[in-house]
């Protein structure tokens, strides 16, 4: 949310939050607008952490973090579907991986690390990962 959003009701519950907080008088007004609203939610951004405790970026904007910072970490929407079938499949190939370890550690050798080498056409067991010699036509 920044100057010039449109969302009435957002824009006036982040207005009434402001003031609430001590960062106004904003007039609740539901216009983000680039005087006021703009430099209170600055104020906010001054002197107030995220819900980790660091510092907000001061930049005007209500984004998620500043959100986060308003109103409390469970208010902040969230995305529970990947928003393509690709980034979905990566996702939960990425979530199989968790856990994954060389065998024995430090050797960038154990199962799947030897699929993985395999796959790309790198012959696990040559101490250099030289191509194999063999080709997909074999």
Not at 11 to 31: D, T, Y
Not at 45 to 54: E, I, K, L, N
Request: net charge negative.
């Amino acid at each position: 949310m920044k100057p010039g959003t449109t969302d009435t009701e957002a824009v006036l519950l982040v207005q009434r939050r402001l003031n609430g907080l001590g960062c106004g008088p904003v007039v609740e007004s539901g216009i983000f607008d680039k005087g006021v609203t703009f430099r209170a939610v600055k104020l906010f951004q001054s002197r107030f952490p995220d819900v980790t405790g660091a510092p907000l970026e001061i930049d005007g904007e209500v984004g998620s973090l500043t959100w986060g910072a308003l109103f409390g970490a469970g208010t902040v929407p969230s995305q529970l579907d990947a928003p393509s079938d690709l980034i979905a499949a990566a996702l939960d190939f990425a979530a199989s991986q968790i856990g994954v370890r060389e065998v024995p550690l430090g050797s960038n050798r154990g199962p799947q690390v030897d699929k993985y080498l395999s796959a790309t056409g790198l012959d696990p067991i040559a101490s250099s990962y030289q191509r194999n010699a063999r080709t997909k036509d074999e």
